[in-house]
Each structure stands twice: as structure tokens, then as C-alpha cells.
């Protein structure tokens, strides 16, 4: 019965979630997009890329405080680099799923590691999706919209 009202319940807030977006696309407001990357340059680059798409975009360059940003902005899409200080993204990402706001919000890894061992562990912490750098930003992008339409 328990596993039952979990499931039950994680579906109801997966729900309200997609809800939420498609209202926001319906009246033309995009997608949240909370980026977590160490790098001050990488996180400005994406930030005016995304920007120009159309995404509200917030940046956190120290991931310690990261689950408070996301709290406050309660993001549609984590972009989520592995390879920071503690907290690495390997321990973020496992952390953002067990916060009941966040089990159903999308999380794109985009790291430098390109070994299938971090792909296999960054999806064992609840990723959705994985992009190795170097990209076209193009590619980021086509990956940000299936990630937003999928259903979960």
C-alpha cells in the first residue's frame, strides 16, 4: 500500500510539473533553466546562448550553494557539470533527486568526462541526459527541448 501512495504520488507531482510548463509555453514564457558549473565563462556562455532562445536562465558557480538556488527558482531543467568542488555533480545530482520538488525535474549533465563509467554512474544518480564537451551549441539546444517535452 505504501509503494502504492508513493507512486501514486510521484505521478500526481510529475503531473502538476509537465502542468506547469505547458502553461508557461502556452502563454510564452519558456523554460527555467537553473545552469551548475565552477566555470565562470562556461556558465556565461550558456547563459546568453539559452537566453537568446528564450529560457530564463539563473547561474550557480559554487555548488554548495546550489540546492538553495534551485529552491528559490525552482527550475524547469538543472545543465549540471560534473567536475566541480564538493559538492561534485555526481553527489548533486543524487541530492536534487531526493528533494520532492525536484524527483521529476529534468537534469542534463554537460561535463568534460566522456568515459562510459561516468555516464553509467551520472545516470545511476538520476540524470536524464549526458552531453560530453566539446558541442555545438546547437546540440545543447535540441537537447534542452526533448528534455522539456519528454514525459518522465
Not at 565563462?41 to 554548495?64: F, K, Q, W
Amino acid at each position: 500500500m505504501e509503494g502504492e501512495y508513493s507512486k501514486l504520488e510521484e505521478t500526481r507531482n510529475h503531473s502538476f510539473s509537465l502542468s506547469i510548463l505547458q502553461n508557461r509555453i502556452t502563454i510564452g514564457i519558456m523554460a527555467k533553466i537553473l545552469i551548475i558549473d565552477d566555470d565562470v565563462r562556461v556558465t556565461a556562455l550558456y547563459e546568453n546562448y539559452l537566453s537568446m532562445e528564450g529560457y530564463e536562465i539563473t547561474s550557480v558557480n559554487d555548488s554548495s550553494k546550489a540546492v538553495q538556488t534551485a529552491l528559490s527558482t525552482n527550475p524547469d531543467l538543472f545543465i549540471l557539470d560534473l567536475m566541480m568542488p564538493e559538492p561534485n555533480g555526481f553527489k548533486l545530482c543524487r541530492l536534487l533527486r531526493t528533494i520532492p520538488n525536484f524527483i521529476n525535474t529534468r537534469i542534463l549533465i554537460v561535463t568534460a568526462l566522456d568515459d562510459g563509467d561516468s555516464q553509467a554512474v551520472a545516470f545511476g544518480a538520476g540524470a536524464d541526459d549526458y552531453l560530453a564537451k566539446p558541442f555545438h551549441m546547437d546540440e545543447l539546444s535540441r537537447r534542452i527541448k526533448d528534455l522539456l517535452t519528454k514525459t518522465k
